[in-house]
Nanobody, 124 residues
């Protein structure tokens, strides 16, 4: 099993920045792809960004490309999401997810482990 714990959410004004962190524990050696997802009230959970642990290949949703950056520290089993130029439509609960396969996926069903989420609220 792998446990994921997110932190770093909060309230920020439009145009501001936040950095989310995800700390992994347990059998993290079995995880090869990490992702960030978000879910706004009344909406489905959607892919935000992903990174493959080996090589560092990244992928972003069009809505955040150029504003968000995903990175990882394999030695610490941590994954980060730097969010700049935040917009009110970025308001959501953000989830860290891990996948046992070394292949990028934007589908929630392809991820094996999930954190509890952290709230991000962007005021206008």
């Amino acid at each position: 099993q792998v446990q994921l714990v997110e932190s770093g959410g909060g309230l920020v004004q439009a145009g501001g920045s936040l950095r989310l962190s995800c700390v992994g524990s347990g059998r993290t050696s079995t995880v090869y792809t990490m992702g960030w997802f978000r879910q706004a009230p009344g909406k489905e959970r959607e892919f935000v960004a992903g990174i493959i642990n080996s090589g560092g290949t990244t992928y972003y949703a069009d809505s955040v490309k150029g504003r968000f950056t995903i990175s990882r520290d394999n030695a610490k089993n941590n994954v980060y999401l730097q969010m700049n130029s935040l917009k009110p439509e970025d308001t959501a609960v953000y989830y860290c997810a891990a996948r046992r396969f070394m292949m990028m996926s934007t589908s929630t069903g392809d991820y094996n482990y999930w954190g509890q989420g952290t709230q991000v609220t962007v005021s206008s």
